[in-house]
C-alpha cells in the first residue's frame, strides 16, 4: 500500500476540483499538507477561504495540514508558502501543481491579456512553484513533483489557445528537470486528467460529465507522487481509465546534405510514415 508518513505535500488550487482530491487522499495515506488555493473564481479573479475549508476536512479525518492562499504567480508569496511548509512540518517532499484558471475564446477574439494570465498561472506559476522547491528537494535527495498537462496541450481544443500553450509549455519543463533531477532522485510527472469540474463544466457533454468525477483522477496522481513513481512520463486519466502519452519520431530518412525542398516534397509519404514511430529515448 502506498504511504506518504512522514512526508509533506504542497498542493497548489486544493480549495475545489482535483486538487482537492489530491490532498484529501495524500493526507488520508499519511502526508501533511499544504492546501494553496487563491479562492478566485474559475476565470482567476476574486479571492475565499477554499483552502481552509479543505484544511477542515483533513482535520476532521484526523490528519494534518496548513492552508495558503498564495497566488503561484507570486514569487513572494511562493517563496512564504514554502517557509510555511518548512516551519510548520520541518521538510517537502510532494509538489503537485494543480493551480489554473481558464479564460477562453477563440484565437481571433482573444486578448492578450487573457493569454498572459492563462500563460502566468499555469506555466510560469508552476515553474514559481517548482524553483521554490527545487534546492530542497535537492538538497535532502528526494522529490517528487507532478505536473498538470491537458489533452487540450496534447492535441488542442477550439478555444484553448492559452491554455493549450501553457499546458504543451508543462511537458517541456518536465522533460528538461526529469535530466536534472535524476541524480538527485527528484522524479517529475505530468498527469493528464479528463474530469468533472468547474472549469470543465460546459466544456463537455453532461452525460460525459456525469462520469467524470475528479476523485477517479486521484489514483494516477497518488502513484506519480508515491517513493516507486517513473519519471518523464505523461499519464492520461479519465473516468477510471488510464494511458500514457509520448512524443514520438518516426524514423531518420536521410536524404543527404544538398537535399532541397522538392527532395523533401517527393519523399513527404516515406518521412511522415509513423507505423514504427518510438518515443525519442528509444530512438537509435
Known amino acids: 500500500m502506498i504511504s506518504f508518513a512522514g512526508k509533506t505535500a504542497i498542493v497548489t488550487g486544493a480549495g475545489g476540483g482535483l486538487g482537492r482530491c489530491y490532498a484529501l487522499e495524500l493526507a488520508r495515506r499519511g502526508a501533511r499538507v499544504v492546501v494553496n488555493d487563491l479562492g478566485g473564481a474559475a476565470d482567476g479573479r476574486g479571492t475565499g477561504g477554499a483552502a481552509d475549508a479543505v ?3 483533513i482535520k476532521a479525518m484526523g490528519g494534518e495540514a496548513i492552508a495558503n492562499r498564495a497566488s503561484v504567480t507570486d514569487r513572494d508569496g511562493v517563496a512564504a508558502m514554502v ?3 518548512l516551519d510548520a512540518f520541518g521538510r517537502i517532499d510532494i509538489l503537485v501543481n494543480n493551480a489554473g484558471i481558464l479564460r477562453d475564446k477563440s484565437f481571433l477574439k482573444m486578448e492578450l491579456d487573457d493569454a498572459q494570465a492563462v500563460l502566468d498561472v499555469h506555466l510560469i506559476g508552476a515553474f514559481n512553484c517548482t524553483k521554490a522547491v527545487w534546492a530542497i528537494m535537492a538538497e535532502q535527495g528526494y522529490g517528487r513533483i507532478v505536473m498538470t498537462t491537458s489533452p487540450s496541450g496534447l492535441y488542442g481544443n477550439f478555444g484553448q489557445a492559452n491554455y493549450g500553450a501553457a499546458k504543451m509549455g508543462l ?3 518536465m522533460n528538461t528537470l526529469k535530466i536534472e533531477g535524476a541524480k538527485r532522485d527528484i522524479r517529475i510527472n505530468a498527469i493528464s486528467p479528463v474530469a468533472a469540474t468547474r472549469m470543465t463544466e460546459g466544456l463537455l457533454p453532461q452525460e460525459q460529465f456525469d462520469k467524470l468525477g475528479p476523485e477517479h483522477i486521484v489514483p494516477g496522481v497518488v502513484y506519480l507522487a508515491s517513493d516507486d513513481a517513473p519519471t518523464g512520463v505523461i ?3 479519465a473516468g477510471g481509465n488510464f494511458s500514457v502519452a509520448a512524443i514520438v519520431e518516426s524514423p531518420w ?9 522538392d527532395d523533401v516534397a517527393a519523399q513527404w509519404e516515406r ?5 514504427n514511430a518510438r518515443p525519442r529515448h528509444q530512438s537509435k
Not at 530518412?253 to 525542398?261: H, I, M, N, R, T
Open 55 to 57: 484544511v477542515e476536512e
Open 253 to 261: 530518412v536521410d536524404l543527404g546534405p544538398q537535399s532541397s525542398a
Open 235 to 237: 499519464l492520461q486519466a
Open 83 to 85: 517557509q510555511q511548509a
Open 271 to 275: 518521412i511522415s510514415d509513423l507505423t
Open 171 to 173: 511537458v517541456g519543463l
